[in-house]
């Protein structure tokens, strides 16, 4: 019997669920191997009892997203965090910073104690439950996401890239920022894009998180040499790692 999967969405833009529907030429060969039988962007209906893997998306922001959270991991063999909100908490764990409630009133006024009712602060999906596979990225890559899902369905191990950026990016040929004096996170973020902004023009803004094997001391010292701070690495760094442990110094 083919696995169950359904896909759901938390605090996020859906911006990975709608990757996924870039998959294009793959994308009828990954549905002839799963019975997708919610998703939750493109269904109406609710989503089924039973089920077998949650592909899960965005962070979690709601006392909702938790019991739902629970829900899941109570009836889903496999887990997978799609995406940087998912995986870190992504950009919507940018408001774990300094006072939730002043942020709500910011944005909402008036409306803001309504709108705030149940939230809580935001959070990457593992803080409430155990994570069996994690696609990283903002958005993620419809490659990556492949490999993943199916080594999900075969039983494989989990294996995320540990690794900073650079090494991949040099073998793109591509002059580091650095040499021109521009911060580029790419020292610091887990390889596994393609060095995908870099090799288009842009430095690399951190979207896969924090590398495991990044050594933070010796980018510093790297940066001081360019003539950038400490503090502009760890500010931009935090756009979409707020929540990463390594970055609180
Ligand atoms: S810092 Fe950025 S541009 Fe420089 S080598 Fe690393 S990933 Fe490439
Ligand atoms: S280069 Fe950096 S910002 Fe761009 S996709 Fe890769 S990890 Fe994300």
């Not at 593992?126 to 080594?151: A, Q």
């Not at 610091?188 to 979207?207: E, K």
Request: a negative charge; proline letters at 4%.
């Amino acid at each position: 019997m083919a696995a169950r999967v359904v896909v759901i969405g938390l605090a996020s833009d859906f911006g990975c669920q709608v990757q996924m529907t870039n998959i294009e030429d793959d994308l009828l060969d990954v549905l002839g191997t799963i019975d997708l039988v919610y998703w939750q962007l493109a269904a109406s209906g609710h989503m089924p009892e039973e089920y077998d893997v949650a592909i899960v998306e965005g962070a979690v922001t709601t006392d909702a997203h938790v019991e739902t959270l629970k829900r899941v991991r109570e009836t889903a063999s496999v887990v997978i965090a799609l995406g940087a909100c998912a995986a870190t908490g992504g950009i919507p764990a940018l408001g774990a910073t300094g006072d939730l409630e002043a942020h709500y009133g910011c944005v909402y006024g008036q409306d803001a104690a309504q709108v705030a009712c149940g939230r809580i602060t935001p959070m990457a999906i593992d803080s409430v439950i155990g994570v069996d596979y994690v696609v990283p990225g903002c958005p993620i890559d419809t490659e990556e996401f492949l490999v993943v899902l199916s080594r999900a369905l075969l039983g494989l191990k989990s294996r995320v890239p540990a690794e900073p950026m650079c090494a991949i990016c040099k073998t793109k040929e591509n002059v580091c920022f650095f040499e021109r004096g521009e911060l580029c996170l790419g020292v610091i973020t887990r390889t596994g894009c393609g060095a995908r902004c870099i090799t288009l023009g842009r430095p690399c803004t951190g979207c896969r998180g924090v590398a495991p094997e990044a050594n933070l001391d010796s980018a510093i010292a790297l940066l001081a040499e360019k003539g950038i701070t400490a503090e502009r690495l760890f500010e931009r760094a935090r756009l979409y790692n707020t929540l990463e442990e390594a970055l609180d110094r």
